[in-house]
């Protein structure tokens, strides 16, 4: 059973039914023992880091969190949930889950390229190392994101794709057994669903 971690916010159920949908059993939950018997873990979310972080500390997600990794299992955060991998974000004070070295950078609107900030709509993948959730998906493939800050990993050797808005930002990480993407699969159409194919594979 796939667990799809309840932070109380983000569009939970797209990401339930996707998977759903390609077959992997799934279950949108906070409970940490369901989370602890999981065979793989989904940290969506949509919203500020904050607010996001201190829910999993105040519900002691975190801690059951850390022990699923500990144990190897397949873990993939999904745009704020990718963030909140990393140790600190500019948006907020709060920790991280700090499982990757690096932090996460708001885009300036006020930049030669004049970006809008939030960085909203499809763009494409730069395919830079494999990773085996990008197993069969061709670099410059497009998918769906919705953002205003990114990640900067400290060890560039985690980045496994990067997207270009005024700069080239990573857009999927990958180290162990975990995994993250700044954009969302599940709004991204056949590219995003063999994403969570293949995360779903992992998790068996």
């Avoid at 989904?42 to 059951?64: C, H, Q, Y």
């Avoid at 994101?145 to 990067?162: G, I, K, L, R």
């Amino acid at each position: 059973m796939i667990i799809i971690i309840d932070c109380g916010i983000g569009n939970l159920r797209s990401i339930h039914k996707a998977l759903q949908k390609l077959g992997f059993p799934a279950e949108v939950s906070k409970d940490k023992k369901a989370i602890s018997k999981a065979s793989g873990l989904v940290l969506p979310g949509v919203g500020a880091f904050d607010a996001a972080m201190k829910d999993l500390r105040n519900t002691s997600i975190e801690t059951a969190i850390d022990q699923a990794v500990a144990m190897k299992k397949p873990m993939l955060g999904i745009c704020l949930g990718l963030q909140q991998l990393f140790l600190s974000s500019e948006e907020g004070k709060e920790k991280g889950l700090d499982l990757l070295a690096g932090t996460s950078k708001r885009f300036k609107s006020a930049s030669p390229f004049n970006l809008k900030v939030p960085h909203m709509g499809w763009n494409r993948l730069k395919i830079k190392r494999p990773c085996p959730i990008l197993e069969g998906i061709e670099s410059g493939s497009m998918v769906y994101f919705v953002h205003s800050y990114y990640v900067v990993p400290e060890d560039e050797t985690t980045v496994s794709a990067e997207t270009d808005y005024g700069i080239d930002f990573a857009s999927v990480v990958h180290k162990d057994n975990i995994y993250g993407v700044q954009f969302h699969p599940e709004k991204s159409g056949d590219t995003g669903l063999k994403i969570l194919k293949n995360f779903g594979r992992l998790c068996k």
